[in-house]
């Protein structure tokens, strides 16, 4: 219920409990009726005041803003984590070495396996992934590569990481 819905509610019950006032200090025929009605008009001011409380309470708990439904906004913004993960770790790639041997250079390698594994070619099958792939672009994606000497030596340029997408996207496309 809203709050001027209760204001009206509680109006009404302290109406009710200043006419039985009146109605007692008039005086009424049968006391046992006047009884009955202020225990009635006493029970409805309690009652509305302890829902207003109680609304009160509620509402104080409530957030500013609506949730989002975890349904509907949830894949969307798991996407854009995903993208901004993704592109920092394309630009510290480009800068250190280290760093896309341990954050980018997994990922080439995972999609490399699949887009590879449809055209029925192993990754570790080097010869046969090089000639798809090429010398320059199989040196990301080798599984046997070892990590570089210095993790702060400069990184993959990322148009050399291009290359290596547009080889791979090229390979789905074949089928």
């Known amino acids: 219920m809203t709050r001027a819905l209760w204001a009206s509610f509680l109006t009404m019950a302290a109406l009710v409990g200043v006419a039985l006032a009146i109605a007692l200090v008039v005086g009424v ?9 202020a225990a009635a008009a006493f029970g409805l001011i309690g009652l509305g ?3 207003m409380a109680l ?10 803003q609506p949730t989002a439904r975890p349904g ?5 913004e798991a996407a854009v984590a995903n993208f901004l993960a993704l592109e920092s770790a394309l630009r ?13 250079r997994p990922r080439l390698i995972s999609i490399a396996k699949t887009r590879l594994a449809r055209e029925g070619v192993s990754l570790s099958d080097k010869e046969r992934a090089r000639e798809l792939l090429g010398s320059d672009s199989y040196a990301l994606v080798d599984p046997e ?3 570089p000497a210095d ?23 074949t089928r």
């Open 151 to 173: 993790q702060f030596e400069h990184g993959v340029p990322l148009d050399r990481v291009r290359r290596l997408v547009e080889i791979l996207e090229a390979l789905g496309e």
């Open 55 to 64: 609304s009160a309470t509620v509402d104080a708990g409530r957030p500013l």
């Open 92 to 104: 510290f790639g480009a800068s250190f070495a280290g760093d896309f041997y341990a954050h980018v």
């Open 72 to 76: 509907n906004d949830e894949p969307a």
């Open 29 to 37: 025929p049968h006391p046992a009726v006047i009884e009955r009605a």
């Open 49 to 51: 005041a302890g829902s």
């Open 145 to 147: 590569a070892a990590p």
